[in-house]
T-cell receptor, first 112, second 116 residues
Framework: QQQVKQSPQSLIVQKGGISIINCAYE??????FPWYQQFPGKGPALLIA?????SEKKEGRFTISFNKSAKQFSLHIMDSQPGDSATYFC???????????FGTGTRLKVLA | GAVVSQHPSWVICKSGTSVKIECRSL??????MFWYRQFPKQSLMLMAT?????????EQGVEKDKFLINHASLTLSTLTVTSAHPEDSSFYIC????????????FGEGSRLTVL
């Protein structure tokens, strides 16, 4: 119940395409869902986040879609660029323990 | 976003020595900081929660005598790997929570530890 299941493990997308990464959870105490982007040898950087009272949030080319009833959320990267090649982690904040639970990560490669 | 600085970025040490890694929140006060360990191509493994002015809370399986955490001020937490061995070689990342228990998490740049 403490897990956040993330898929796919790796993803290859052509430049200009849409990258979609999915996450699912079971714990209803999770109430804040950020996405992080990590480049090799660097710490994760907060990309975009959503709370469960909205179904979608968009910031530039990045969009989170959130389905509260299905307990699923996804990251969409529009017009994917080679510079977007990185590992992406979804996460969820457990409002009971105040700890963040991380997904297993998705390695995205955008081909030029 | 808020800035978290981690130092050093990389360190090489001999087996048996101790290494200290610093984590600073540069533009905000962080009551709570977290220390993670990341193995190659894997997710973030939470090691411990560091609370300013109190003892750190360690996750199950993490040796608190091996990984000493001190959070002496609202902007600084340190992780000391004591009597380091090659199996302690890893990428260590700190993070700080901005804005209370439900605040956003900001990460440092990480520290690559290599123990010879």
């Amino acid at each position: 119940q403490q897990q956040v299941k993330q898929s796919p493990q790796s993803l290859i997308v052509q430049k200009g395409g849409i990258s979609i990464i999915n996450c699912a959870y079971e714990n209803t105490a999770f109430d804040y869902f950020p996405w992080y982007q990590q480049f090799p040898g660097k710490g994760p950087a907060l990309l975009i986040a959503i709370r469960p009272d909205v179904s979608e949030k968009k910031e530039g080319r990045f969009t989170i879609s959130f389905n509260k009833s299905a307990k699923q959320f996804s990251l969409h990267i529009m017009d994917s660029q080679p510079g977007d090649s990185a590992t992406y982690f979804c996460a969820a904040l457990d409002s009971g323990t105040y700890k963040y639970i991380f997904g297993t990560g998705t390695r995205l490669k955008v081909l030029a | 976003g808020a800035v978290v600085s981690q130092h050093p970025s990389w360190v090489i040490c001999k087996s048996g020595t101790s290494v200290k890694i610093e984590c600073r929140s540069l533009d905000f006060q962080a009551t709570t900081m977290f220390w993670y360990r990341q193995f190659p191509k894997q997710s973030l493994m939470l090691m411990a929660t560091s609370n300013e002015g109190s003892k750190a809370t360690y996750e199950q399986g993490v040796e608190k005598d091996k990984f000493l955490i001190n959070h002496a001020s609202l902007t600084l937490s340190t992780l000391t790997v004591t009597s380091a061995h090659p199996e302690d070689s890893s990428f260590y990342i700190c993070s700080a929570r901005y804005g209370g228990n439900t605040g956003e998490l900001f990460f440092g740049e990480g520290s690559r530890l290599t123990v010879l």
